[in-house]
C-alpha cells in the first residue's frame, strides 16, 4: 500500500507541474540561500582563525604598560630589558623561547629609492617564537648579536620596494643614521589579522638597534612560546608573578605590563567575524522565509482545486487516512527534492564565494541539516495541514468548495 | 408496504418484504441558523429496493440533490435514521462510511468531477487504488469499464481533451469500475446536449437492466425521468409523489 500512495503522489506531482516546480523552488531558495551564506561566514572566521594562528597559538606577548595593540610600544610602564627576557626563558620551566623586540619606524634608504619600514632588534629567538623561516640568507651570527654588529634581514615587502627583482644579499642599505649589511630575507608572512603588512620588516641584532637607532636599552615587547601541550592561562600566571616581583609590584598595585594571549586575540578576532556570520545568518534567514511563505501561497492558492480534488478522492471511495498519507508523502517528496537541490545549490554558491573571496570552503553539516529541516518542515507543514482540513470536511462541501 | 408522504398513502411494490437497500426514516437536513435557515429535508421516510432506477425530480432547492447526497454518504442528516441494507449509517464513523463509498456506491456527477490533468484511465483506475486491488488487475478491469463506455483509444485522453459526453463516460466508468450496487448519479447530463443525453441515459439503463445495479438518479428534466421505473417528486423538502411506472422504450 505505500508504494500505491508514493505512486499516486508522484502521479500528483506530475500532473501539477508548475505547482510542484514553485514548491521545490521555494525550497531551494531558502535551502541554498542558508548554507551558501552561513558557509562563506564559516569561511572567513576559519581564515581569521588561520591568521590568528600563523602567529602561533601557544605565542605570549609582553608588553609594557597596560592597553595597546600587539604592534603598539606599549606606554606608562617601564620598559623591560634584556635581563627580563632571559629571566622568562630561564627561571620559567613552561616557557620554550623567549624573544626581546624593540621597534621603530624608519626610512630605509638605498639607491634612489626609499621606503618607510619598521626596523626590529631583536635576535635569533624571533624566528622560532614567531615561527618564521628564511628564504635566502642566513641568521644572526651569535658573534653579531653579542656585538651588535650592523647587519639585517628584510621582509619581502620591503625588499621588493627597495631590490625589485635584485640581489639584495651582501648590499648595504641606509637606515636614519646607520648603515646596515643585508645577510638574509625572510619568507612572506603576509598581513595580520589586524591587517598590517608583517612582511614590511627589517630585523638586525638588538644591541645593533640600541645603540643605532633607539639611543637606549629598553625591550618594548617580549614574544614567549609556551612549550607544547601546556596551558597558556598557567604560563601567563608565571609570567606575570616573576614581572611582579622583578618590578617590585606591591600586592595592592595593578600590574605596569600585559602578557597577551593568542587565545585572547582569537576570541576577540572571533567575536568580530561572529557578527558578520551572525550579520549573514540573519539575511540567510529571511531567505528561508520568504521561500517558505513562497511554499505557503503555493499551497494556499492551490487550496481551492486541492480541496475539490480531495472531495472526488473521497467520492470514490478513499478513507481520509489515505488522502492524508498521500498529500504527506507528495509534501515529503518535494521538501526532499527541493532541499537535496537547495543543498547542491548553496555549496556551489558558497564554493564560488570562497574562491571569489580568497577564504577557505568549509561547508558545515548541522547548518546543512538544519536549513534542510527548516524546509521540510514549512513544505509538509502547508502541504499537509491544509489537506488535513479539507480531508475532514464532508466530502460534499470538498466537493463543493469555491 | 405503505409509505408516508405528506398526507397520500401510496402502495409501492409490496411483493418486496425483505430489508429495503435504503431506508429513510424521518430524515431532516437542516442548513444555516436563524434568517438563513433552510429546511432541505423535513422528515423525509423513503425506502428504496435493490434494483430500481429511480428518478428522482423536483424544482431548484426542493431538497433532491440533499437527499442524494446523504444516501452516498457525502452529506449527513441533521436528524433522523438512514439505513443502507438494514445497517444504521449514523453509527458508523468516518472509516466505515468511506468503506461503504468504497465498495457499495458509485458516483456520477452533473460536473463529471475527473481529476485534472489526469488520464482516463488513472481516473477510473483511482477507485480500485483505494481498494487495494494490484496494479494487474486494476488496469485490466479500467480498461474493460473504459471499453464498456465506448472509449476504447481514449485512455491516455485528459479531461480536457475529452468531449463534455465523453468525460461524463469516462465518470460512469469509474463508477462501475468497483461493481457497485448501487449509482447515485446527480444529474448526470445537466451540463449534455440532448443527443449526449440520451446516450449516458441509454448507458445506465442498461447497466440497471444487464447488470442489476440500482440507480438513483436526480434530474430536473422530465423527458430523461422515463428511462426510470419510479419517480420520486421532491418540493419543498417533502416527497409530494411517489409512483411506479412502466418503462418506455
Known amino acids: 500500500m505505500f508504494f500505491e500512495t508514493l505512486r499516486l503522489a508522484i502521479q500528483a506531482i506530475i500532473s501539477n507541474t508548475m505547482r510542484s516546480f514553485l514548491t521545490v523552488l521555494g525550497v531551494i531558495i531558502g535551502v541554498a540561500a542558508v548554507i551558501s551564506m552561513v558557509t562563506v561566514g564559516q569561511g572567513s572566521t576559519d581564515q581569521v582563525e588561520a591568521n590568528v594562528a600563523s602567529l602561533g597559538t601557544n605565542l605570549l606577548m609582553i608588553s609594557s604598560g597596560r592597553g595597546g595593540g600587539p604592534n603598539s610600544a606599549g606606554g606608562g610602564g617601564t620598559s623591560f630589558k634584556l635581563k627580563d627576557v632571559d629571566a622568562i626563558e630561564d627561571q620559567i620551566a613552561k616557557i620554550q623561547s623567549a624573544a626581546p623586540s624593540s621597534s621603530s619606524q624608519v626610512q630605509v634608504i638605498f639607491g634612489n629609492n626609499n621606503y618607510s619600514s619598521s626596523i626590529v632588534g631583536t635576535d635569533n629567538r624571533y624566528f622560532i617564537v614567531r615561527d618564521w623561516d628564511l628564504s635566502s640568507g642566513r641568521e644572526f651570527y651569535e658573534s653579531e648579536i653579542r656585538s651588535g654588529t650592523s647587519v639585517c634581514l628584510l621582509g619581502q615587502t620591503i625588499r621588493e620596494e627597495l631590490f625589485g627583482s635584485g640581489n639584495p644579499l651582501g648590499e648595504t642599505i641606509r637606515l636614519k643614521n646607520a648603515s646596515c649589511k643585508i645577510i638574509g630575507v625572510l619568507e612572506e608572512k603576509g598581513a595580520s589579522s589586524f591587517g598590517n603588512d608583517q612582511d614590511n620588516v627589517i630585523l638586525m641584532p638588538i644591541k645593533a638597534f640600541h645603540r643605532r637607532i633607539a639611543g637606549n636599552q629598553d625591550v618594548t615587547m617580549i614574544y614567549a612560546t609556551v612549550r607544547d601541550g601546556i596551558s597558556t592561562d598557567k604560563a601567563k600566571t608565571e609570567i606575570e608573578n616573576l614581572l611582579r616581583e622583578r618590578r617590585r609590584i606591591t600586592t595592592d598595585e595593578e600590574d605596569d605590563f600585559d602578557v597577551r594571549d593568542m587565545k585572547q586575540m582569537a576570541t576577540m578576532m572571533t567575536s568580530v567575524t561572529g557578527v558578520l556570520t551572525g550579520l549573514l545568518s540573519s539575511v540567510a534567514a529571511v531567505s528561508l522565509l520568504v521561500g517558505g511563505i513562497g511554499i505557503m501561497n503555493i499551497m494556499l492558492v492551490s487550496v481551492t482545486e486541492r480541496t475539490r480534488e480531495i472531495g472526488i478522492r473521497l467520492a470514490v471511495g478513499a478513507s481520509e487516512q489515505q488522502v492524508l498519507m498521500q498529500f504527506l508523502v507528495e509534501a515529503v517528496v518535494l521538501s526532499i527534492i527541493g532541499g537535496v537541490l537547495g543543498i547542491v545549490l548553496g555549496l556551489l554558491l558558497a564554493y564560488a564565494g570562497s574562491i571569489w573571496l580568497s577564504i577557505p570552503f568549509s561547508p558545515s553539516l548541522s547548518i546543512i541539516l538544519y536549513a534542510f529541516l527548516f524546509s521540510a518542515v514549512v513544505g509538509i507543514v502547508f502541504g499537509y495541514f491544509p489537506a488535513r482540513r479539507a480531508a475532514r470536511l464532508n466530502p460534499i462541501d470538498a466537493l463543493r468548495y469555491q | ?249
Not at chain 2, 411494490?13 to 430489508?19: G, W
Not at chain 2, 449509517?89 to 463509498?101: F, M
Open chain 2, 1 to 249: 408496504m405503505m409509505v408516508q408522504t405528506s398526507g397520500q398513502k401510496i402502495l409501492i411494490n409490496d411483493q418486496k418484504t425483505a430489508v429495503p437497500l435504503i431506508a429513510f426514516k424521518d430524515i431532516n437536513k437542516i442548513y444555516g441558523e436563524g434568517e438563513a435557515r433552510v429546511h432541505a429535508l423535513n422528515a423525509i421516510n423513503l425506502n428504496i429496493y435493490t434494483g430500481e432506477f429511480v428518478a428522482i425530480m423536483g424544482p431548484s432547492g426542493s431538497g433532491k440533490s440533499t437527499a442524494m447526497n446523504i444516501i452516498g454518504c457525502l452529506d449527513s442528516p441533521t436528524s433522523g435514521v438512514y439505513e443502507f441494507e438494514g445497517i444504521e449509517v449514523g453509527n458508523l464513523n468516518r472509516y466505515q462510511r468511506a468503506l461503504l463509498r468504497r465498495n457499495y456506491l458509485g458516483f456520477v456527477f452533473q460536473g463529471y468531477n475527473l481529476l485534472a490533468r489526469t488520464s482516463a484511465l488513472e481516473n477510473v483506475e483511482l477507485p480500485l487504488i483505494y481498494k487495494g486491488i494490484a496494479r494487474d488487475e486494476r488496469r485490466q478491469r479500467a480498461l474493460e469499464a473504459l471499453d464498456k463506455m465506448g472509449l476504447k483509444g481514449r485512455e491516455e485522453h485528459t479531461p480536457s481533451q475529452l468531449s463534455g459526453g465523453q468525460q461524463q463516460r469516462v465518470a460512469i466508468a469509474r463508477a462501475i469500475v468497483t461493481r457497485p450496487n448501487v449509482i447515485l448519479a446527480d444529474e448526470p447530463t445537466g451540463n449534455l446536449d440532448t443527443e449526449r443525453s440520451k446516450e449516458i441515459m441509454e448507458i445506465l439503463k442498461k447497466l440497471n437492466e444487464d447488470d442489476g445495479i440500482t440507480i438513483l438518479m436526480v434530474t430536473h428534466e422530465p423527458e430523461l425521468a422515463v428511462y426510470a421505473n419510479r419517480h420520486i417528486d421532491f418540493r419543498d423538502g417533502i416527497i409530494e409523489s411517489d409512483s411506479q411506472c412502466k418503462r418506455e422504450g
